[in-house]
């Protein structure tokens, strides 16, 4: 049973940044597809990043080119580098694993193909 714990969010001002961190125990993360997610209040759960194992990334967008996913193996941890927030970034974010046996954006963006789930880091940026 792979155990997620997310760090390192916190309030911050529009255009700051924040890394996030996500650290696993009870398992190996090199295995799993990695994705972060985020849900505001009174929104539905969305999708931010995604890393598969051989490292390629996959992003929404909104967060293209302003949010970097990266893991480290070694570590047993994944990260979530965001630059330029704004305050519509402001979310709960959760970290999460899972081995789809599909592949590409629509899968790795979908919440189902995710088995384990941490419990989440409230990210809030103000105008």
């Known amino acids: 049973q792979v155990q997620l714990v997310e760090s390192g969010g916190g309030s911050v001002q529009a255009g700051d940044s924040l890394r996030l961190s996500c650290a696993a125990s009870?398992?190996?993360?090199?295995?799993?597809?990695m994705g972060w997610f985020r849900q505001a209040p009174g929104k539905e759960r969305e999708f931010v990043a995604a890393?598969?194992?051989?490292?390629?990334?996959f992003y929404p967008d909104s967060v293209k080119g302003r949010f970097t996913i990266s893991r480290d193996n070694t570590k047993n941890a994944v990260y979530l580098q965001m630059n330029s927030l704004k305050p519509e970034d402001t979310a709960v974010y959760s970290c999460?694993?899972?081995?789809?046996?599909?592949?590409?954006?629509?899968?790795?963006?979908?919440?189902?193909?995710?088995?384990?789930w941490g419990q989440g880091t409230q990210v809030t940026a103000s105008s």
């Open positions: 999460a694993a899972g081995r789809p046996y599909c592949s590409g954006y629509g899968c790795y963006s979908a919440a189902k193909e995710y088995t384990y």
């Open positions: 890393v598969t194992r051989s490292g390629a990334t």
């Open positions: 009870g398992g190996t993360l090199s295995i799993y597809v």
